[in-house]
């Protein structure tokens, strides 16, 4: 703490538009607690590392910062929470790269699903989350009491994820509930589904249509390839804090939702308005 100076959580979640922002408080223990939950990958690792690690020098307050956001690959958010909290009066305050899933949890802003992924309250399944710490001490909010570290009571008897997934790489039938990770990860890179999008469609006929297509159709997985997609002509290039960048600006790239649509979980009835790729 720097001169047990403190800050107002109120003053703090005020500079955050609520139409598109929703904010969470975590203790210094939650924050550890999040610390230590294991995540599969770092690849928009953005910000001081919580993450798979023993020892922590310091572990601090912090908030939880969730950004309604639809597009698939687009972490935009961690530069625009950014520039709100550069443009206030605060200061002594440091992005957080940790278990964002648990932190939201932690924070009584989301739920877990059984596709593995995190509900939140106010945006659904369309939204992106960050984590900011803070040096001085932050006067929190009433901590939530209803925080519920077992999977979504809506997930309760619904099979739907895991019957959508264009892969089979959801396994909830029974418990322990558990994602292959590399077939859901392969599919949104490199996926050849007629309806549902992917990396690989994207970068073909925006970046690179010249490459043929029996090339194309030949990149299957990322273990697989000698090289990953290249964004580097055009005007595109690959940020990978954000996303991919058209003359240095955001674009959004689409990929596989299929286990975040169904009627019983979000807005859009099973099926999802891709656009043509």
Known sequence: M???????????????????????????????????SPIKGKPQQYGADFTNNIHFLSLTNSIVLVRHSPDSWDYTNYKEADDILEGSSLNDWFPIYTNY????????LGVRAKNSLIHSYKFGFDMKIFVV????????????????????????????????????????????YWLDSSKCDDFIGFGDHPKVPSIKKFWHKYVYPEVPQEI?????????????????????????????LKDGKPVPVPFCRECQ???????WNGDYPYDPV
Not at 4 to 19: G, H, M, Q, T, Y
Not at 101 to 108: C, D, E, R
Not at 236 to 244: H, I, N
Not at 261 to 267: A, F, G, I, L, T
């Open 133 to 176: 710490g803070f040096d001085d001490e932050i006067t929190p909010p009433s901590q939530p009491t209803d925080v519920d570290l077992n999977y979504w009571k809506k997930c309760d008897g619904c099979p739907d994820c895991r019957v959508a997934c264009p892969v089979g790489a959801i396994h909830n039938e029974d418990e322990p």
């Open 261 to 267: 649509v169904q009627p019983r979980c979000s807005k």
């Open 216 to 244: 194309v159709d030949k990149m299957q997985s990322h273990m697989e390839l000698e090289r990953e997609l290249s964004f580097d002509t055009k005007g595109y290039s690959l940020d990978m804090q954000v996303g991919v």
């Open 2 to 36: 720097s001169d047990n100076k403190k800050v107002k959580f109120s003053n703090i979640r005020a500079l955050f538009p609520e139409d598109k922002w929703d904010v969470g408080f975590l203790t210094k223990e939650q924050l550890q607690i999040c610390a230590y």
């Open 101 to 108: 899933k648990v932190a939201t949890i932690l924070s009584g």
